[in-house]
């Protein structure tokens, strides 16, 4: 199959703030005295915030009222945007800017796929905007991952089919939104993790545009 544009996921994909999620969500644990896992944490990957307030409070069996959930929210992101204000290209992770360098030579379009609403802070910190012909992220989509709308809308914006769109995605949740849009998915971590990818690889190290082909 020959595609025409790639589809990016940003955190865990691009940059490495997993971390900094996954500390600010314990940071605003200690409200409700609990001590999120690093497990739990991986099954927020992709997820996004509301729901990941969500599934925290159930783990906790904490039951808040809507307004005390709007407060925290607000608390985790300010602790988060804390956490990223210093972030810059040092934290784009190893082979990515060669990989988009290739794929903008030979033509493909890329787009944003993101379930976050910080996405655009954090690629103007790290340099990474002007790869980008389109941005679709938290604030342009009412359905979280595994819906497939953040992709459907990255393929329709850049006029697209989703089978000539591939996705890259280090979720469960996103690769199953992939799925779900009828796209292509590499995943990117480990395989016991992302089995209903088609693909998966450790990172961009040493990954060719060509390669784009064999998938
Ligand atoms: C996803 C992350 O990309 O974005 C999730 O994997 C995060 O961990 C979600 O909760 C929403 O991000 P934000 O920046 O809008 O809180
Ligand atoms: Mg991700």
Redesign the pocket.
């Known amino acids: 199959m020959s595609y025409k544009a790639c589809l990016f996921?940003?955190?865990?994909v691009l940059v490495d703030?997993?971390i900094y999620?996954f500390q600010a969500w314990k940071m605003l644990g200690e409200n409700f005295n609990y001590q999120l896992t690093e497990e739990q944490?991986e099954q927020?990957?992709?997820?996004?915030?509301v729901?990941?307030l969500n599934r925290i409070l159930d783990w906790a069996s904490y039951s808040a009222t809507d307004e005390q959930k709007e407060a925290w929210l607000k608390e985790?992101?300010d602790n988060?945007l804390h956490l990223i204000s210093n972030m810059n290209p040092s934290e784009i992770l190893p082979g990515v800017v060669d990989f988009l360098g290739q794929i903008k030579a030979e033509g493909y379009k890329i787009a944003l796929g993101?379930?976050?609403?910080?996405?655009e802070i954090i690629l103007e910190k790290t340099g990474l905007m002007p790869w980008f012909d389109l941005i679709i992220?938290?604030n342009k989509v009412s359905k979280s991952k595994p819906d497939p709308e953040v992709f459907l809308k990255g393929a329709e914006g850049l006029g697209f089919s989703p089978a000539e769109c591939i996705v890259f995605e280090?979720?469960q949740a996103?690769v199953e939104a992939a799925i779900n849009g009828g796209m292509k998915v590499i995943g990117i971590g480990e395989a016991s993790v992302l089995s209903d990818a088609n693909k998966v690889i450790p990172n961009f190290i040493g990954i060719k545009s060509a390669d784009l082909l064999l998938f």
Do not use: C, I, Q
């Open positions: 996921d940003l955190d865990g703030t997993a999620h944490n927020l990957k992709g997820v996004s915030r729901e990941s985790k992101n988060y993101s379930a976050s609403k910080n996405a992220d938290g280090d979720a996103g």
